[in-house]
């Protein structure tokens, strides 16, 4: 989120007084042996240091790097507003223009984004957080981001806004600078660590051009079926969606060729009286509505499919006086901020065979609230 301009406009002055070749995306020469990986090998101030005073960080490589490619993948959280990098050889120092506030957290994190000059990718995404106060925050959120077809959004950002009781659901968030950003892991799993208690909205997107922003004209994005997170939440799911994208949802009794089918039946469990429950392959989505019982189990069945792999995801309804089952999820709306509708999934493809009855697909949908 950071304003580029300045950093690569002072990258040009320092240009001349760094040496190692710094300004080229090739290593400097006589240098050590390329190594197969990147990693942060030390910083300053130290990870958990407390009562930091400084308003500058010292990053260690084990290789090089440039400004360029640090900038790409570093993300400070909450936002420290502009910053200059200088770098030279394997040691980055990372400036901040205006002094940091009093009794703060702050998490400093660079993403697989992140390339040496070689082409090598960091190992893992590295964090590193400090305080300026006498007490690190260690409150987290965490949960999952899927793509639209369920596979892992493993180029996803998850960001957050604090939201104080008196603010909430006013403004929009697409003018706002978040309090807290992190990149989803190869499995779409994402954990906010190290920030202050309280309450957040959130959502994630697709960073497509890596510039650490939303662009709705060419980015996904997912919104969580709860307006408001509380630190400590730990099932949040999101899938990401094109604002102007349409599905084909077509209602089970349409598929043709009966005698050709299969079938597929499960469980849904999760709070209210039904529930939508689709079939999606890659080219159409079969639908059915699933009722609860007096247990409040709640039964669905997809008696004729045509023979496939299918990913069986359900989903609550915003509305509640809509059962149509050709009634499409509803991913909500980042601007007026309105949530998803609450969702979930069988994590494994099902296979369909002709004249063959698959059981016991059960899914679990987590209602709005906590």
Same mark, same amino acid.
């Given at each position: ?27 400097p020469s006589g ?51 502009? +910053? ?21 957290? +702050? ?71 978040p309090d807290y950003?992190?990149?989803?892991e190869a499995s ?70 009966? +005698? ?48 496939? &792999?299918?990913?069986?995801?359900? +989903?609550?309804?915003? &509305? ?51």
């Amino acid at each position: 989120m950071q304003s580029t301009s300045r950093i690569l406009t002072l990258f040009l002055v320092l240009l001349p007084g760094l040496a190692g070749g710094c300004a080229s995306d090739r290593p400097p020469s006589g240098g050590p042996a390329k190594p197969a990986i990147v990693q942060v090998i030390s910083s300053d101030p130290l990870p958990s240091s407390v009562n930091v005073s400084t308003q500058t960080i010292h990053l260690t490589f084990n290789n090089y790097v440039t400004v360029r490619q640090l900038l790409k993948g570093l993300i400070i959280s909450p936002s420290v507003g502009e +910053y200059d990098i200088a770098i030279k050889g394997r040691f980055a120092e990372i400036r901040m223009e205006r002094p940091l506030k009093k009794n703060q957290t +702050y998490v400093l994190s660079i993403n697989k984004s992140l390339e040496s000059n070689w082409g090598e990718p960091l190992a893992i995404p590295y964090t590193m957080a400090f305080s300026t106060g006498a007490v690190i925050d260690n409150a987290t959120i965490s949960g999952k981001v899927i793509n639209a077809d369920f596979s892992p959004a493993t180029n996803a950002l998850i960001v957050a806004f604090a939201e104080p009781d008196e603010n909430i659901g006013k403004g929009s968030l697409l003018s706002r600078v978040p309090d807290y950003l992190v990149q989803a892991e190869a499995s779409g799993s994402f954990t906010f660590n190290h920030i202050s208690s309280g309450s957040y909205r959130v959502f994630a997107f697709n960073d497509r051009n890596h510039d650490g922003q939303y662009n709705p004209e060419t980015e996904e994005i997912g919104l969580s079926s709860r307006a408001v997170v509380a630190t400590g939440t730990s099932d949040l799911l999101f899938r990401l969606y094109r604002m102007n994208h349409e599905t084909l949802s077509l209602a089970a009794n349409q598929v043709p060729h009966p +005698y050709e089918t299969g079938s597929i039946s499960g469980v849904c469990f999760t709070t209210g009286q039904y529930i939508i429950v689709n079939a999606s392959n890659a080219t159409k989505s079969y639908s059915v509505t699933a009722f609860g019982n007096k247990k409040g189990i709640l039964h669905y069945s997809f008696p004729e499919l045509p023979p496939g &792999s299918y990913t069986i995801s359900a +989903y609550i309804p915003s &509305s509640s006086k809509q059962t149509d089952s050709k009634k499409q999820w509803s991913p909500g709306s980042i601007d007026p901020f309105l949530p998803a509708d609450p969702f979930g999934y069988f994590a494994e493809k099902v296979t369909v065979r002709a004249r063959w009855a698959t059981e016991h697909i059960d899914i679990q949908v987590k209602s709005s609230h906590p």
